[in-house]
């Protein structure tokens, strides 16, 4: 299972602005080791933000996505103390899902 | 190009003496845009979010939280500890650091030998816990104020010895921390170089570190940051928590009095 | 076509299942990569990138807004942004020219999420950025020149 | 290498002996127990050379000393030894863009950069540069390669103390940080009109 992510969900004027931070490598596959070992590439490639059962926002990510990952959207429809859930999945197969409540 | 032409002529002049500045406008503007920017979401939560955690689990091999360490404002208060230190503690008998008061907590409270951070790697193994619980204590003092009480004379000794140090050229490229930090509103490469020497520099420097940096996603603690500057410097390697360090430290401190506290902060 | 069959694959399960799915060893890993736009981001010419995205040659529109830096202080690092001001936006996608793989990130935006997005990407030179927006089936973008600096005096 | 090494017991007896109070005493104690060698960057890097330890305050030394330290540091300088000043830009500006060298994260045997573009604005189309130092934009064109004007850059490469005892910059020929092969290729970088720091 991934690191966990950093989320933060504000609701102003019936728009909820949502910010990810992600804590992921995001390596390139294109850098070496010291020993000159190419580092191979292990990134997340897909994630998913919902609001209750609502899809709010998918998003594919490549391997030239920053290190610690940081996204930011908006929705319309989420209110104070409701669940935004944001869950990805790297290459790899790795998993991570944390929520957040909308302040 | 008309004020690069005047400002070029000038230099024929004064050849080596000539004052630096040159159409830097644009630049500027474009790196206090991009920073403005990454300011958004600075990725040293990752780090702090993991320290809390670490704070209060039962660790070491007296399976003990940190919950009674002391950081100078009483056993467990985290809150506003680090804008406060600096400082001399009794118990020691020594001037502390952050970092280097919390090796003391986890070796009395938790059993976890200094040597895993004197000998230890940066980001490896306990010291990628270290740099947790930093992240987690110096995000406690967050927007308060920069204040380091001066009143004993074991700190105002190691203010006058981190002065020292701080001019203290040596090495092959007879650097000092003065060499960079000495003057204002100089850079290097593209990086400002605050000038600790003076309170504003001193806020602005003493005040954003421990950070995050882009260039290696890696989050930095002071005793890092020193540790940096001490290579860049061609020096030989400070040891954590070493005196020099912590010197070095109440002396930036000390000037930094009253400035704000904006750590965790964000760094190229 | 396939695409709305995702989003309500994905909207009735979500990765929550896909995970368990994964860790039932159900589904391989490997498998979650269909879904992913490989063509997209394996890409290394601009025009192969978008013909994988579906975009062809997008008509660059000033309804599209790329917000990000003029400089960045660190390739590794560059915070980039976009904004759609076009009704019916359903894609975002960030593409590098100068990126040994052009395609960055692509967004998916249902109904009730605005066409506003940030995040932050990697750069290995300076270079055009291009962000492409899908809005009402069809295809626009714009584009903004980030130069990207040496930095530190490790250079 | 050699040289300092010879030196540095000196000149650590001479400053804390000058300086003589307890202050100095535990100053020195504590330099002495927080640094370890790594590498390359060995522990004898910590001893003062006699004109580093008179730069290390937060005043200027009185201009009688500095211009002791200057007439000593002029005598390191070495000129060309085939008397031609320059060599090729192209190497020149690698080595003007590269900071690196002697921390110990480097290996003994590795060339080291010159790090001029850490202090120095140089060429018109690199705009990652330091303003420690002067710009040195247009540097030739400006002053043209008379061989005065050869000499003194050359000297103040060498060993810039010579000319501004406590300088910032580094002693690049004397302290061997750069060969005179490399100092050659800077020289060119500077001079040349062919070279981007005189030709846009």
């Keep these: ?103 | ?268 | 076509m396939d695409q709305s069959r995702r989003n309500t694959l994905k909207a009735s399960g979500g990765l929550s299942l896909f995970s368990l799915l994964v860790a039932a060893g159900m589904v391989k890993p490997g498998v979650a990569e269909a879904a992913w736009n490989k063509a997209a981001f394996d890409a290394k010419k601009m025009d192969a990138a978008l013909a994988a995205l579906g975009a062809g040659s997008p008509a660059e529109s000033a309804e599209v807004q790329l917000t990000a830096p003029d400089i960045a202080e660190n390739g590794a690092v560059v915070p980039v942004g976009v904004v759609s001001n076009l009704p019916n936006t359903e894609e975002v996608a960030i593409l590098v020219e100068k990126n040994p793989n052009m395609l960055a990130a692509r967004f998916m935006l249902p109904a009730g999420t605005e066409a506003a997005v940030q995040t932050r990407i990697k750069m290995g030179q300076t270079s055009d950025v291009y962000a492409v927006v899908k809005a009402g089936g069809k295809f626009y973008m714009a584009k903004k020149e980030i130069k990207v600096t040496l930095g530190g005096c490790g250079g | 290498m050699k040289k300092f090494l010879m030196i540095a017991p000196l000149a650590l007896g001479m400053q804390f002996a000058v300086a003589g109070d307890d202050m100095h005493a535990e100053f020195k104690q504590m330099m002495d127990s927080s640094f370890k060698g790594n590498g390359i960057a060995e522990k004898h890097r910590l001893y003062q050379l006699d004109f580093q330890a008179a730069c290390s305050t937060e005043k200027s030394p009185s201009p009688a000393m500095l211009k002791a330290i200057e007439a000593e540091q002029m005598k390191t300088i070495r000129w060309p030894s085939d008397g031609k000043y320059t060599g090729d830009w192209k190497s020149g500006e690698k080595i003007a863009i590269s900071g690196r060298g002697l921390t110990w994260n480097d290996k003994a045997d590795a060339a080291n950069g010159g790090g001029c573009y850490n202090c120095h604005q140089m060429s018109h189309n690199e705009i990652s540069y330091g303003t420690i130092g002067p710009s040195l934009l247009n540097y030739g064109k400006l002053r043209g390669n008379s061989s005065d004007m050869l000499k003194y850059t050359w000297g103040k490469i060498w060993n810039a103390k010579a000319y501004n005892a406590c300088s910032n910059m580094p002693r690049n020929g004397d302290a061997e940080i750069l060969t005179e092969r490399q100092i050659k290729d800077v020289m060119a970088y500077l001079f040349d009109p062919e070279s981007p720091v005189n030709k846009p």
């Excluded at chain 1, 931070?21 to 070496?32: I, P, S, V, Y």
């Design chain 1, 1 to 103: 299972m991934g690191n966990p992510m950093r989320i933060r969900a504000a609701e102003k004027d019936g728009v909820t602005e949502v910010k990810v931070l992600m804590n992921h490598e995001m390596e390139t596959g294109q850098r070496k080791d010291s020993s000159g070992n190419l580092i191979p590439a292990h990134f997340i490639s897909e994630l998913t933000a919902k609001h209750g059962d609502k899809v709010v926002l998918q998003a594919e990510f490549g391997p030239s996505v920053s290190k610690n990952p940081f996204l930011s959207f908006k929705f319309k429809g989420g209110a104070k103390g409701d669940k935004v859930v944001v869950s990805w999945i790297d290459n790899k197969g790795d998993t991570r899902s944390d929520e957040a409540t909308i302040g």
């Design chain 2, 1 to 268: 190009m008309k004020k690069r032409l005047t400002l070029a002529a000038l230099a024929i002049v004064a050849a080596f003496t000539a004052p630096a500045a040159m159409a830097e406008g644009s630049a500027a503007d474009g790196i206090a845009q991009y920073r403005a920017m990454l300011a958004e979401g600075n990725p040293s939560e990752l780090w702090e979010l993991a320290g809390e955690d670490i704070w209060k689990e039962k660790r070491g091999p007296k399976q003990a939280s940190l919950e009674q360490c002391d950081l100078g404002k009483g056993p467990g208060v985290v809150k506003g500890a680090s804008a406060a230190l600096p400082r001399y503690f009794k118990d020691t008998g020594r001037v502390q650091d952050l970092e280097s008061r919390l090796m003391s907590c986890m070796e009395t409270l938790q059993g976890i030998a200094p040597e895993n951070f004197v000998k230890g790697k940066w980001g490896k193994g306990e010291m990628e816990k270290m740099e947790q619980i930093v992240a987690y204590v110096v995000g406690q003092s967050r927007d308060m104020k920069v204040n380091v009480d001066m009143s004993a004379p074991q700190m105002k000794k190691m203010y006058a010895l981190g002065k020292e140090a701080f001019f203290y050229r040596a090495g092959p490229m007879d650097f000092a921390c003065a060499t960079c930090h000495g003057q204002d509103d100089k850079r290097i490469r593209l990086q400002d170089l605050p000038n600790l020497t003076k309170h504003e520099g001193a806020a602005a420097g003493w005040g954003s570190w421990p950070a995050y940096r882009v260039s290696n996603g890696q989050f930095w603690t002071m005793q890092h940051r020193l540790n940096d500057c001490y290579r860049q410097q061609r020096f030989p390697e400070p040891i954590y928590g070493s005196d020099v360090t912590i010197a070095l430290s109440v002396y930036m401190a000390k000037t930094a009095n009253g400035g704000t506290v904006m750590t965790p902060g964000i760094k190229r």
